[in-house]
């Protein structure tokens, strides 16, 4: 059984930034392609950033939603099985809990039902 473990929230200050790590295990990273979601009290798991597996047989997509282009940063070390998300000039609208998914669909889009594993989620708060 695939495991995820994310680690890395907590809370920080408007302006701030913080990087998520996501370990995975019992699979080979480089073939699944990897996405960070987050989800806001009331509202549904949207996808921030999702990239393409790493294994040589696909274009190395990456996405970003719109809401942190510029601000956020996904990449993986397939090596050691990590997933990150580098998240700078935090705004409080980044509130969520954030949660690390994998799947071995490479047509999978950066949308929650395309994606089989899921870590636990940890907690983001940008409040002053």
């Known amino acids: 059984q695939v495991q995820l473990v994310e680690s890395g929230g907590g809370l920080v200050q408007p302006g701030g930034s913080l990087r998520l790590s996501c370990a995975a295990s019992?699979?080979?990273?480089?073939?699944?392609?990897i996405g960070w979601f987050r989800q806001a009290p009331g509202k549904e798991r949207e996808g921030v950033a999702c990239?393409?597996?790493?294994?040589?047989?696909?274009?190395?997509?990456?996405y970003y939603a719109d809401s942190v282009k510029g601000r956020f940063s996904i990449s993986r070390d397939s090596a050691k099985n990590m997933v990150y998300l580098q998240m700078n000039s935090l705004r409080p609208e980044d509130t969520a809990v954030y949660y690390c998914?994998?799947?071995?669909?490479?047509?999978?889009?950066?949308?929650?039902?395309?994606?089989?594993?899921w870590g636990q989620g940890t907690q983001v708060t940008v409040s002053s």
């Open positions: 998914a994998v799947t071995p669909d490479r047509q999978s889009m950066c949308v929650p039902r395309g994606y089989d594993y």
């Open positions: 990239g393409s597996s790493s294994d040589g047989l696909d274009d190395g997509w990456i």
């Open positions: 019992r699979l080979t990273l480089k073939y699944y392609n």
